[in-house]
């Protein structure tokens, strides 16, 4: 049914996402290789997902099988995800934004997007059982304080994060990071310390052989960090 994250809805501007991305806007949309990143200039933070379908009819008849309220819209479909905003749309013909910069330095694709539960049982059942998105990994590790459910969709994961010091609850979901790919962690990371931003030091990453970098501002409210060393999922 899906077959990608097409884009995400962010708070902020595109001015801000050129820098951080190495891209240019066209018509105030920037894409990277493998996701589009849209904006809502006066809010902030993730403001919602869209997902990509071969087939937008029959992803609407298999959700309405398995009980997902949908509502139609120009575009496609809206739903809630306990508390998070998703949209399903018809798989998209749109290249690549240009890059600004040398190709080792800017994103190349995103790497993984956060979703935080408190129910991390009823996410399962809702992206896995509902939405149909593959369940590669189910993890708990107390050295990181969470349990990481990890949901493959196309060449991204959808990361959703159960805090272990909370109880279970059926309070919302919702959206909250991004990690960006880039080929060479270390030039990225100088590109957005030259341009201004606050960048932490590259570190270790929890993948083997994985670099990561906090960029703490120009991200419209998103926490985000970029990682190095990874190829596709």
Known sequence: MIAALDHLVVGGSAADYETLLGRRAVDGRLRTDNVAVRFEPKASGLRSMVFAAQDLAKAATLLERRAVATTRTDAGLALLGHGVAIGVVATPDEAPSPLTTDAGAAVSSLDHVVVRTPNPERAIA?????????????????????????????????????????????????????????????AAHERLKAAGLDVSEPRDGRRPGSQVCTVKNGTGGVPTILIGGVGRW
């Open 126 to 186: 809702f992206y896995g059982g509902r939405l149909g998105l593959d369940l590669r990994l189910d993890r708990s590790n107390p050295k990181w304080g969470a349990r990481l459910l990890f949901f493959r969709c196309g060449d991204l994961v959808v990361e959703i994060a159960h805090d272990l010091k909370k109880d279970v609850s059926d309070e919302p979901d919702h959206l909250w990071g991004l990690s960006w790919r880039v080929p060479d962690i270390a």
